[in-house]
C-alpha cells in the first residue's frame, strides 16, 4: 500500500515531500509493525504446532515470547509517535528529516544486530 501511494504522489510530482514527511518515523515504526506481526505468528504457531508439549504449555511459552517482543516494540512505536508529531511535520528541510531518518533506522538496527550477543571466549594461542 505505501508503494502504492508513493507511486501515485511521484506522478503528481509529491514523491519527495512525501518521502520526507515519513522518512522520520518511517523504519521505527515499519520495523514495530513487523516485530508485532512476529509475535501474532508466534503465539498462532504455539496454538497449531505445539510440537511435544501440552497446548497449554506452548501456548504459555508462545505467549511469554510475544510479551517480550511486545514489551521490547512498545518504545519503538513512542518514539515513531514522537518523531511523527515533531519531526515530520515540522519546517525542517527535507534532507535533514531523510537524515534523522536515516540515523533512527541505522541505530535500530545496530542495536538489534548486536544487543543481546556475549563475547565469545577467545582461543588460547599457546595450548
Known amino acids: 500500500m505505501l508503494g502504492a501511494v508513493l507511486g501515485t504522489c511521484q506522478a503528481y510530482g509529491l514523491g519527495y515531500p512525501l518521502v520526507a514527511f515519513i522518512s522520520a518515523l518511517g523504519y521505527l515504526e515499519l520495523s514495530d509493525i513487523v516485530i508485532a506481526g512476529a509475535a501474532g505468528l508466534r503465539l ?20 511469554r515470547v510475544a510479551a517480550h517482543l511486545f514489551v521490547g516494540s512498545a518504545p519503538l512505536l513512542v518514539a515513531a509517535g514522537l518523531l511523527e508529531a515533531f519531526v515530520s511535520p515540522s519546517e525542517l528541510p527535507a534532507p535533514v528529516k531523510i537524515g ?28
Open 44 to 63: 498462532g504457531t504455539a496454538i497449531l504446532r505445539p510440537g511435544l508439549l501440552a497446548r497449554r504449555e506452548s501456548v504459555v511459552q508462545g505467549a
Open 100 to 127: 534523522i531518518g536515516l540515523a533512527t533506522g541505522i541505530a535500530l538496527y545496530l542495536y538489534l544486530l548486536t544487543a543481546g550477543r556475549r563475547a565469545s571466549p577467545l582461543p588460547d594461542a599457546g595450548r
